[in-house]
């Protein structure tokens, strides 16, 4: 495997990955502050800048008043968003997100994607994300790959092309979504048909 021409034999800098389990994914004996100045002593961080990184990441995921709780003392919302941020402190090229939302309720789910959108124009970084929910792949993504089943390989490729900024509502009402969404789920039931039989 190969990013951005180079050969990846371990851990990088410029790649992050926010996992599905965050309960796993966060050191419990660490505050919020903690476990987002865990990626800033990995990298060397000066200590002296690292008080004012660790506020303004937890003010860009909206937990500023909750620098000096634990994950257990977090909703499950809160605690994805410290992984989050816990992320973004390496300032990474590629953020990998494998299921990140699968676990939440609808709602919180629906204010993730939205702040997802968000750091994905405030940082520049390319999000790979990966999820069951076709919706959720529409609606966050530029382009959508479909995955064939036995063995796994791309099996469509779906360019979006939706307007910015993105609504939970008139989005995902528009002609254009639900066409996206009929073709995604066409190819899935096709998928699905063929491994059946």
């Given amino acids: 495997m190969t990013f951005a021409g180079a050969p990846v034999r371990g851990p990088r800098r410029d790649v ?13 004996w660490r505050t ?16 002296a800048e690292r008080r004012d990184r660790i506020a303004a990441l937890l003010k860009r995921v ?3 008043a909750f620098a000096d709780k634990y994950p257990s ?12 941020a816990r992320c973004l402190a390496q300032e990474p090229a590629a953020l ?3 299921e990140p939302f699968g676990a939440l309720d609808a709602m919180t789910r629906q204010t993730l994607q939205d702040e997802m959108l968000d750091i994905a124009r405030g940082t520049g970084a ?12 529409i609606y966050l993504g530029d382009r959508v790959i479909g995955l064939k089943p036995h063995p796994g390989r791309v099996g469509v490729e779906i360019a979006v ?16 979504f639900l066409r996206l969404r009929h073709k995604l789920y066409d190819f899935i039931y096709a998928s699905d048909s063929g491994a059946r039989t």
């Fill in 126 to 137: 390319t999000i790979f994300f990966v999820t069951h929910d076709l919706e959720e792949a």
């Fill in 73 to 84: 003392q977090m909703s499950g919302g809160m605690q994805q968003r410290l992984q989050i």
């Fill in 32 to 47: 919020a502050a903690g476990n987002v100045a865990l990626a800033l002593e990995a990298m060397g961080a000066p200590r």
């Fill in 161 to 176: 092309d939706l307007p910015r900024p993105r609504n939970q509502v008139t989005t995902r009402e528009s002609p254009e």
């Fill in 96 to 98: 990998m997100m494998d």
């Fill in 62 to 64: 909206g937990l500023a």
């Fill in 16 to 28: 992050a990955i926010v996992f599905q389990d965050y309960s796993k994914a966060l050191l419990p």
